[in-house]
């Protein structure tokens, strides 16, 4: 029923969509420089105003990654995430349906993790099957850093490896995720060592979708996955 309604909602909203685009190669495709327009659109929350210029918006696409290696009754730990992130921002930022677009993008997204074929459709039919980084969880120096890397991009490909400064909870209306689990937090993070490359610095995660461990441990392996679709809003220094 879930997917069915996101489905319908889909057509709805993403009706007046321009065609496909075809996949890129690593080295053809370029996102838009200017998202002026998309950073008025910036998802509101308790979390401090963005002050820098936004570069890029993608979609991500992943697991919330967790252990449980002590008593039943604890809570899970965790090992961070790793998601694939696609191009958003681009086609959004022209798109005189972005406002009402952007809340069911994760949802939809998640809805259909489970169907790869249905899902590389959807991405394609709207535009956003741009796939341009990956995030994952680094080392540096002995600790466990969150970093975009988008690595699909042209070399020297910009970078961002951060910290979280602030974190908020998911809007009441948010996906409660595949098996009604919970939705993650929105987060702020900024790197404030100086690890980042390519101009970009700081990193919203909003419009979250899923992921949530379950309250404690019981009855769950020694490791095991959530998964979860978030928006990364991220930003880097103004001109």
Not at 21 to 35: E, N
Request: glycine content about 10%; hydrophobic content about 40%; overall charge neutral.
């Amino acid at each position: 029923m879930f997917v069915a309604t996101l489905s319908v909602l889909s057509v709805a909203l993403f009706s007046a969509s321009s065609a496909a685009l075809p996949w890129p190669g690593k080295q053809t495709y370029t996102p838009s420089s200017d998202l002026s327009k998309l950073a008025k659109l910036v998802p509101q929350s308790d979390l401090p105003i963005p002050d820098g210029q936004l570069k890029y918006v993608v979609l991500g696409i992943g697991t919330q990654n967790y252990t449980c290696t002590g008593s039943p009754d604890a809570a899970p730990g965790t090992t961070g995430a790793t998601a694939t992130l696609y191009d958003i921002g681009t086609q959004l930022n022209n798109d005189p349906m972005a406002k009402w677009k952007i809340p069911s993008i994760s949802p939809l997204a998640l809805s259909l993790s489970a169907y790869p074929v249905a899902l590389d459709w959807s991405l394609k039919s709207q535009g956003y099957s741009n796939l341009i980084g990956h995030h994952f969880f680094a080392s540096v120096n002995g600790a466990a850093t969150p970093t975009f890397a988008l690595d699909q991009l042209p070399a020297p490909y910009p970078m961002a490896q951060v910290g979280k400064l602030n974190d908020t909870a998911a809007p009441a209306t948010a996906c409660p995720g595949l098996q009604g689990e919970g939705t993650v937090k929105w987060l702020y993070l900024k790197d404030l060592k100086g690890l980042s490359q390519g101009g970009i610095d700081t990193v919203y995660r909003l419009e979250t979708a899923g992921g949530m461990a379950p309250a404690t441990c019981k009855g769950q392996p020694a490791s095991f996955e959530v998964k979860y679709t978030a928006q990364y809003w991220i930003f880097g220094p103004k001109k």
